[in-house]
């Protein structure tokens, strides 16, 4: 059986390498030592877009496998009964869709997510939702004057108005990566959502954790695309801050530029792949991917979110758990319990980061988690109240503690492993360790939250990153 395996891979790298020879598949870039390269070899470089003609299933499969961006021109979306009739200027939406709720009013052209940490004025422009004819949306979309505000919706087709026209669509044209069979666990629905907005709307740069097929139904869409391994740059948001997956920078005037709030570095344009959506094109976005999108002329857009592997790979390390020491401590145990927690951490990142020693995992937090993700929040999370001085040193965990906080890590390390067994192999190398650190800081973040408080997080990655003690001393 292996030998017959050997033989059936080697005959279909050769074939792979015809057809990309032949140029009719896209090629598959090795990821071999990708996630051992250090920060200046990498994520300095625009995320890789090919850009394709047409309308083979191959294309959706391979763009899986290469799992870097993907345009595809005259593809076989083209067919779908969406794209021949739904349009901004004609009749055929408002005939079945009587109203559009939840569409977002706004004064700015720029869409930013709830931050109740600041006052209003500070975090975002006033808006408000509506409730509006379809005829009337379409109408506001198409016709808007400087001065009017902007129009923004985004609905889930099959829970929405938009559900008398969902056979428009077919959403199981696009593979899925996992294997959705072997995860009961595991949420294994697509998201088909439609998107409309008027000229000039911007959306905030982000990243989603499932991979995106989106479809240009009317007008023009521009996206701007970067690495996840651009994630410390772009200071993206803490976990649990309610603009998660965000990045603190924006696309503007050809140049990259920061929250007004925010103490990052300054970043080239470099970082960024620009490629301009019309009519028909389909763009396969990989999830951790980070986009940008902003609508150069009134646009209808259609896209399905399908799982991805890295949305498994949270679900997995999310349904271990931590061991009962964490949560369920017996009254001997119960002074060990925060310390144990702090190796539970240190294991962890020792055993799914290519990190050779702790004081490089300490450097690690300091720049990747800490100054990237917290210092720009720094008034959150506990962080502006952060003391040294109240970091304890190693009480001495008893060794039966140690060895269970050490098997239950390996638990989450080979979680780890296992993905970068199924995909890795499959991955742009810009993107592997990009996606590896947001998952890993996504869970650190996670297990201090629910083991302690969301206030404490900031404060133990502190004492982490200064001096790796195990406490921190609270009033």
Not at 38 to 43: A, Q, T, V
Not at 378 to 401: E, M, N, T, W
Request: charged share 15%.
């Amino acid at each position: 059986m292996l030998a017959s395996s050997t033989l059936m891979m080697a005959l279909l790298l050769s074939l792979s390498a015809i057809y990309w020879q032949s140029g009719m598949l896209p090629s598959v870039p090795s990821h071999r030592d990708s996630i051992q390269k250090s920060s200046s070899e990498r994520h300095f470089q625009a995320v890789p877009v090919r850009v394709v003609q047409g309308n083979s299933s191959d294309w959706y499969r391979h763009a899986l496998r290469s799992y870097s961006p993907l345009l595809l021109r005259n593809s076989s979306v083209q067919s779908w009964k969406a794209l021949q009739s739904w349009r901004l200027n004609t009749s055929y939406i408002p005939k079945h869709v009587s109203s559009l709720t939840n569409i977002y009013q706004l004064p700015l052209s720029r869409f930013y997510y709830k931050d109740t940490s600041r006052p209003v004025a500070q975090s975002e422009p006033v808006r408000k939702l509506v409730t509006l004819s379809s005829s009337e949306v379409l109408h506001r979309v198409r016709t808007r004057q400087e001065h009017d505000p902007y129009l923004y919706y985004t609905r889930s087709i099959p829970r929405s108005d938009f559900a008398p026209l969902q056979q428009d669509v077919d959403p199981d044209a696009f593979p899925s990566k996992p294997p959705l069979n072997d995860s009961p666990n595991f949420e294994q629905a697509d998201f088909t959502q439609v998107w409309m907005a008027s000229a000039g709307f911007v959306t905030h740069m982000h990243y989603d954790i499932y991979d995106n097929w989106y479809v240009q139904v009317d007008g023009i869409k521009r996206f701007d695309l970067a690495s996840p391994g651009w994630h410390a740059k772009f200071g993206t948001y803490p976990m649990l801050h309610q603009r998660t997956r965000l990045a603190r920078i924006q696309v503007m005037s050809g140049r990259i530029v920061h929250d007004a709030n925010s103490t990052l570095t300054q970043i080239p344009m470099t970082a960024i792949q620009r490629v301009d959506l019309k009519p028909g094109d389909l763009l396969f976005i990989p999830a951790f991917t980070y986009h940008q999108v902003t609508a150069l002329t009134p646009a209808l857009s259609i896209n399905v979110f399908k799982p991805s592997l890295v949305a498994k790979l949270k679900n997995s390390l999310r349904a271990l758990g931590v061991p009962t020491i964490l949560y369920q401590p017996t009254a001997e145990e119960a002074p060990f319990s925060a310390p144990a927690m702090v190796l539970l951490v240190q294991s962890f990142l020792m055993k799914t980061l290519p990190l050779s020693s702790w004081l490089q995992a300490q450097s690690w937090l300091k720049s990747k988690v800490l100054d990237a993700r917290f210092a720009p929040s720094s008034h959150l999370f506990g962080c502006s109240q952060f003391q040294a001085s109240r970091c304890k040193p190693d009480i001495g965990l008893p060794l039966a503690i140690r060895s269970r906080v050490d098997a239950f890590s390996q638990r989450m390390a080979d979680a780890v492993h296992s993905w970068i067994t199924q995909q890795a192999n499959d991955l742009a190398t810009d993107s592997a360790q990009g996606m590896l650190e947001l998952v890993v800081i996504d869970h650190v973040e996670d297990v201090i939250a629910s083991l302690l408080a969301p206030g404490m997080v900031c404060v133990y990655l502190h004492c982490l990153a200064a001096t790796g003690v195990w406490q921190y001393q609270v009033d």
